[in-house]
């Protein structure tokens, strides 16, 4: 009997239709468009700007995508694995939420927060219900909102990111198609340098912590940068090594898009052609949970079956890790 892998088998994902270009941010804070796009690469993100819709609206819309490409019955769907680090509300699950909404009302769902690794630990928690045998049909789905924890007058975190959503569904394979292997990592040490300071249990929030700004996004840029350039670049040459690939065994990098350099310093790692490394960052800045699915979604008309594709990511935390999979379908 073939050994059963996850296979990712469908591809929705959704974008809020308002664009803040870098034109635009230069009225709002010190910075220009050429700095921005030397430093990141990013020359322009979506935000979700109506009143009352938060994280859950743009995955719904995402999932949404996906089920009417697939023709899939939601009902068929046995897991929905929310990837976020904006939840609607603390407490109340957000994917427990987009399931119902849906119509997966035979899924149990939960939400996974490892910042912008969301995704990539999310791939790997669907693969290992996939090949648990239990379960055929895993909806991911990665989506943030962070425009609602950004301060626009921050010039080191308003030019990073946007909104959006992206959605996976993954199924078993018998062909030896499907996630091969992957290697994940974390450190407590990032803790300080990428966080939402008040909120959460430690410090509460109060009108004080308000006034302070302490309910956004602070990031040690430089630092974060470091780590990430390092991080993305060894688990990814190393995943390579692992599975004995050679930069022509690589058929594209789907790598988190936080930053130009760090995709480019990951890629040169790997040796590979800038022809095989995937990249959506200038249209949507960061989209932490969702930079993965949307690259997939951009670009699936390109993947065909049988290839060879590594993904890579680096969070807050610090989380990151790279994942080695077969594509299993051509468009």
Partial sequence: MNKITAAITAIGSYVPDFVLSNQVLETLVD??????????????RRL?????????????????NLLEKANLDPKEIDLVIMATATPDMPVASTGVYVATEIGATNAF???????????????????????SGKYKKVLLIGADKMSSIIDYTDRATCIIFGDGAGA????????GLGLQDEILKSDGIGRE??????????LPATEETVKNKQHFVFQDGKTVFKYAVSGMADVSEKIMQRNNLTHD????????QAN?????????????????????????????????PLLLSDFENQLKKGDNI?????GGGFTWGAIYLKWAYTK
């Avoid at 996976?168 to 062909?175: A, D, G, K, R, T």
Wanted: charged share 20%; net charge negative.
């Fill in 249 to 256: 065994d690589v058929n594209w990098l789907v790598a988190h």
């Fill in 48 to 64: 979700l700007k109506e009143e009352g819709k938060g994280t859950s609206y743009l995955a719904i819309k995402a999932a949404q």
């Fill in 260 to 292: 130009r350099r760090i995709i480019d310093a990951t890629s040169n790692r790997m040796g590979l052609d800038d022809s095989k490394v995937l990249i959506n960052i200038q249209k949507y800045g960061n989209t932490t949970s969702a930079t993965l």
């Fill in 193 to 202: 340098f990428l966080k939402i300071e008040a909120g959460g249990s430690i």
């Fill in 109 to 131: 769902a939960f939400d996974l927060h490892a910042a912008c690794s969301s995704f990539l630990y999310g791939m790997s928690t669907a693969s290992a219900y996939i090949a």
């Fill in 31 to 44: 910075t220009n468009d050429e700095w921005i796009t030397t430093r990141t690469g990013i020359k322009e």
């Fill in 310 to 314: 590594i993904f890579a990511a680096f």
């Fill in 168 to 175: 996976v569904l993954f199924e078993p394979n018998s062909e």
